[in-house]
């Protein structure tokens, strides 16, 4: 006998919940709540109600025969709409109560479009978050910055903190324009499976208890952990990606290896030569085989496109969660195998992640992780200009000569026995076999990192709670160079580094959390407590220079064996204390204050205090606001953080080299600085959330400011003066903006949703004051460009040498044809960083399907490319063709006429182009570009058909990534992959590999 | 608690403190670094190339077209000031009057070295910063190359006077890589030195030229190969000239082939290598294009490299040449031209000087040297790409015209005084000779194809750091910043 069952279902805040599915366990009877929240239910007998709604965990309530009426309250879903934040320190707070900005990251996808570095995946994610990513293939590391570049010289990477304990993200080799090999980064060492949320704090004024490490915004990542459950819980996620690489460069098919438009030359770097018809040629290279050999000089399309080899990443995670109310445990395993493009650059990683949680009494409980990261990364690639940079001779292929003639790439000379080096110009300064260079030139690094943390709370009082923890990091990064003996001109007799870093970080937090309600309306939350900081670092490296016998790795082989130890100690001292005096909870005072010591800054500058303030006011619970709004605060805030310096700048140093008899002593070319002082930031946001329409549209809006003042950079000194540079503390830097997140339901039904997620933001930086000694200061310094900080602009400004123009702007061309151009590297050619950065997600489901798409753009700035000034010089790309038989390049001569004097492309992209001293302004471009970031395609077996089956959970998703450009103003490469992850190297484009483009497949079942 | 910050923040792979031990260490440092630290961008890329002792094969440099390239002379000048300098300044803050370890001896022979190591740098560029080198910035003043060369004059007699009271002793011992300490050779040194300065002056200022060589003369100069100044090398401080020639950048030059062939010189096998699997020796022009120099006849593999005691497999052992004897005999050769009082004629000095030379490669046969200071073939024009003529139309055998015999004197330092290319350069501009080639080809506007470049202009670094010093050194100068401008002593 049925009867009518009423019911309402409330939101978190106990406003009813409109649109929330109802639904019969076990039968498919159900409805949906009215705009109050309200339903009516025809039932029989008990039974069990699985209520759901967008945002919110789903429910399930236990409805007797004899009820009729029955009221639900949901809970938010905390990954989806962040009402419960964690903060600094690893504090949860009410999202409601915050002063500041954060962003919730849905991390839904990250474990199915899978990357190698966590950091990719939250390309295009977030408001205000810049991400670029170095050129080193598979298993390189990202460049992450919030709210734009505070620091002119030094780090301005977001902090990283997992589980409430930073985690250490220096880059100890970030490679520049002109070459190097990156290496790992702490985003790379985290698991995607194991992530629970991520949390962006932004400013300053979020992190601002972190101090001297917090100026430039925070990445928290909570992990996950075990639950109560009945039994033990299994998931298994596997996903396999397959990329290749996307050719942008448009080569030429035309003209073959030579010199002149007529000459062949079988020892030519250059494709200058004559038509390629077929005509037999000498074969190339020392090795004796192929002596007197011919080939058809004929054109090789693909060659580039076909070095590269389809990459691959598999993926197999296992995670076991079990709990019971006293004891939880979560235990993940990931094995990932991945090949890069390159296919002898391959990454091998196995995490493993144990996290137990125990309610010890009523008053104790217990909290503790250690995770341990192994990895094998072989052949990382060579960025920019090195000469070991593999993309460097690839793209340098002259269109004569085939793959297949490339591959025979090294040769055993019949006289001396010994390994050569089979390439087209013999001992080439420059110049290499593209095969060579993969396969002779090797570098293998490990890293083993082992990171965790302990952590007691003991509730003290029903407001007071003691919480101690320790949390530690350490990792030992291995390297092993091999450079084969005739490797032209950088290893001519082979060499051998091995490279052997130690890192670790302890931070021990002593802290008391306050939770106080004062009546009904008034509750204080607040934190006191101290921070101590232990750093230590290791470094070991030796280099053999030159081998005694040929390609025998091993350190005793050194001719000129240089080894070296650097060893570095850092300790930092801090006390807080923080509280949040609510009213309501609708209306929030925040304040909190740090005082830090730091022991790389000298006695009387040693302790430095950092104050914040802030406020947030509820509209929607202190007003009476029009019904479609559902959701309204404001927030403001301000706050004073720092950076304290790198140990040893105090004093005179000075090292002692092997060298002469005895023995050498020189002088460390930087100058002490005793005066040190630690580098300042202000910062100030003001926010405005809202939703309307039962949350079916929200924003989120902050302008934020932030002036960093006293920084501490490194000035170049005539080294004349006797130091070579100094360090100053001077400088101005602001940094201000707008961010914007929306959120949008257009669409939500029993069956189908849509959700549209959108973030924007701009970053207006500039220098506002140097110092009153220079107002210019050169940063980076390349082949081709400067990068110059500079009163009044934006920081990164890059110079190269320009074209001479008259008065009307036109081209000055001198007697030979030629362009006239600066002498200087002193021609502006924009800023390198964006004016804006956007991304637009959509996410559409339809019963168990699901489909999403990232669209993501980073508009403005320029990129320089140092690899079109050498290509073109070669003559390897479309873009030399014109004006091979003869061109007249467009300008005027000196006396103002039109330039009628004829040249050659070959003479023109040689003078314009090449290695040396390339016209950087010819080969500038926007870096202005939207791109396909990410897709994927899902579908979730429904719990009608497997119900009877063990598992809870089958889904099977296709995810394509990065795949394809909406729109790329650089010509020929991709803007945001850079020559490494340095200040510096945005907007430098050198050598990079393509980008690529990858598709995958993922399964995830959970029973 | 922050009372072992002090302690953390100490650096525990560094030295804090040059102690007297220290002190020592650092003019070693001094005296291998003032050579190794920019030899490639110093000399080999400049000096090596204008002088035409080689010709550059590598296809994308362009320093051989007379191309003043930035970057190069950037390093050049931080390698000296930013590592040579340095070392050298704490010595003398230490040893000289007033210092922690105040020792005349050692103050004295780092005086010596400092002369030598600016000289090379003045000639380069002019005026450079040298009395207030080590100021601290962020300003430093340059000195006009007047003030500077007539300090160094000072600074050699001063010291080579205050080392008399330590005649017969030896001052920093092995540390010295150079005269493993020996006072009495330091003092040769010092007037060698003083008498190739002073004839450097020659035109500018006659008198005082005069004055100091005659004066560094009387005082003892090199006279034997025993007086040979060398820098030892090791496994750990390596030749580098040695080192660079791994990397196949530079071949002989035209000039010398035309030269060596053409007075069957028996230095050639000592200088240079065959061509590869042949026993010819070929040269190259200087200042062919990136096109000509791909032509296989101009490969690096087709040309005469260095002499194998030259290349890397010896690096650690072949001892880095800073000043001959020989050197000695062709000054006092062109004093004696000139009419100063040298203690003998010209054409003894020059047969002198020639045997000298001869007995340093080894060749100390007396018939093969007097046949060879008889010889009357000359220079042989060149079967070559650009059907090279002959450098000149000298033979060894000293002419009675006087207009010829300096034109000798200085082919024959030229060739004596080879690899040390910054020498044998300052004195092409000096005198024109040798009589080198046309360079084939020059991309530089101010110095073309048949001009000699003058001078190096001031590098980007210090128009960078010290920009109103650069300003002022223009000034001192005397004419626009190019490699066009004449020196203080390079007179038409």
Known sequence: QDRQVTGKVNDENGAGLPGANVLIKGTTRGTNTDAEGNFTLNMNGAATLIISSVGYTSKEVEVSANMTNVTVGMDADVRNLGEVVVTALGITKDQKTLSYATQMINTDNFAKARELNVANSLSGRVAGLDIVRSSSGVGGSSRVVLRGDRSITTNNQALIVVDGVPIDNTNFTPANANGGREGSDALSSINPDDIESINVLRGASATALYGSRAANGALLITTKKGAVRKGIGVSINSTFQAERAMVLQNFQNVYGQGVDGDKIQPNSEFSWGPKMEGQQVTAWGPDPANKGKTYAYSPNPDSYKDFYSTGTSIANSASLTAGNEKVQTYFSYTNTAAKGIVSNNKLGRHNFNLRLTSQITSKLSFDGKVTYLNEKVDNRQQTGEAFANLQRHILRLPRSISLEQAKDFEYIDPATGKLLQNYWNPGSNGGQNPYWIKNRVIALNTRDRIYGFTQLNYKLTNWFTLMGRAGYDKYIDKFEGKWYTNTYTIADFGDYQTQWRDNSELNLDLFGLISKQFGGDFRVEGTIGGNILKRDFINHETLNNQLNRDNLFVTTNARNSVTNRTVTQTRKQGIFASADFIWRDALTISASARNDWSSTLPKENQSYFFPSVGAAAVLTSLFNLPQGISFAKIRGSYALTGNDAEPYLLAQTYSYIAGGNTGYIVRDATKPFPGLKPELTTAQEVGLEAKFLNNRIGFDLTLYNSNSKNQLFRVNLSPASGWSNEYINAGNVRNRGIELTLNLVPVRTENFSWNFDLNYSRNENEVLKLSDRLATLTIASDFMNFVRAEEGKPLGQIYSRGFQRDAQGRVLVGTNGLPLVTSGTDVPLGTSRPTWTGGITNRLSYKGVNFSFLVSGRIGGVVTSFTNAVIYADGVTEETLEGRAGMVVPGVQADGSVNTVQTTAEKYWKFVGGRNTPIGEAFTYSASNIRMREMTLGYTIPQSVIGKSPFQNISLSLVGRNLFFIMNKAKGFDPELVAGSANTTVGLESFSLPPTRSIGVNLNLSF | ?492
């Open chain 2, 1 to 492: 608690c922050t009372g072992d910050f002090e302690e953390i923040n100490t650096n525990k792979t560094k030295l804090t403190e040059l102690d007297e031990l220290g002190t020592e260490n650092a003019f070693a440092a001094a005296q291998y670094r003032s050579i190794q630290a920019s030899w490639q961008t110093f000399q080999s890329l400049f000096a090596d190339l204008q002088s035409q002792y080689f010709a550059n094969v590598a296809q994308n440099f362009s320093s051989d077209r007379n191309v003043m390239v930035g970057n190069w002379l950037n390093g050049a000048w931080s390698g000296f000031y930013g590592t040579a300098v340095p070392a050298l300044i704490g010595v003398l803050e230490n040893t000289g009057p007033g210092g922690k370890y105040a020792n005349p001896g050692k103050f004295a022979i780092a005086n010596i070295w400092k002369v030598y190591m600016y000289l090379p740098r003045t000639d380069y560029w002019g005026p450079i910063p040298y009395s207030q080198v080590g100021n601290g910035g962020p300003e430093v003043p340059y000195d006009s190359q007047e003030a500077i060369y007539k300090d160094f004059l000072t600074t050699l007699k001063t010291s080579a006077d205050a080392l008399q009271a330590f005649k017969g002793t030896k001052i920093f011992g092995t540390v010295d890589q150079i005269y493993a300490g020996d006072v009495d050779k330091w003092i040769l040194f010092a007037n060698t030195l003083r008498l190739r300065i002073a004839m450097r002056m020659s035109k500018v200022e006659p008198a005082l030229a005069k004055t100091e060589a005659e004066s560094a003369v009387a005082a003892g100069v090199f006279t034997t190969n025993a007086h040979d100044a060398f820098l030892a090398v090791n496994a750990n401080s390596f030749n580098p000239m040695n080192q660079a020639t791994a990397w196949n950048e530079f071949r002989m030059s035209a000039a010398m082939e035309s030269v060596l062939k053409g007075y069957s010189d028996p230095r050639m096998s000592r200088y240079f290598a065959p061509v590869p699997g042949t026993s010819n020796f070929k040269g190259l022009r200087n200042g062919y294009t990136q096109g000509e120099l791909g032509a296989p006849e101009n490969n690096a593999s087709a040309t005469s490299n260095v002499a194998d005691r030259f290349l890397p497999a010896v690096q650690n052992a072949t001892p880095f040449a800073i000043m001959y004897a020989s050197e000695a005999y062709f000054l006092r050769a062109e004093g004696a031209l000139k009419g100063w009082a040298m203690g003998g004629t010209a054409k003894d000095f020059y047969e002198k000087g020639i045997e000298t030379a001869f007995k340093q490669w080894g060749i100390a046969d007396a018939a093969a040297i007097s046949g060879y200071t008889n010889g009357t073939t000359t220079p042989i024009a060149l079967n070559d790409m650009a059907k090279t003529p002959a450098l000149s139309d000298i033979p060894v055998k000293f002419s009675a015209d006087p207009a010829k015999q300096l034109e000798q004197i200085i082919t024959q330092k030229w060739l004596a005084n080879y690899p040390n290319g910054h020498e044998a350069w300052a004195e092409y501009r000096r005198t024109g000779y040798p009589k080198l080639y046309a360079r084939i080809n020059s991309d530089n506007p101010d110095s073309p194809k048949d001009a000699v470049v003058r001078r190096t202009p001031f590098v980007l670094g210090e128009q960078q750091t010290n920009a109103k010093a650069v300003t002022d050194a223009i000034v001192k100068l005397g004419g626009p910043d190019k490699s066009s401008t004449r020196l203080w002593w390079d007179k038409p």
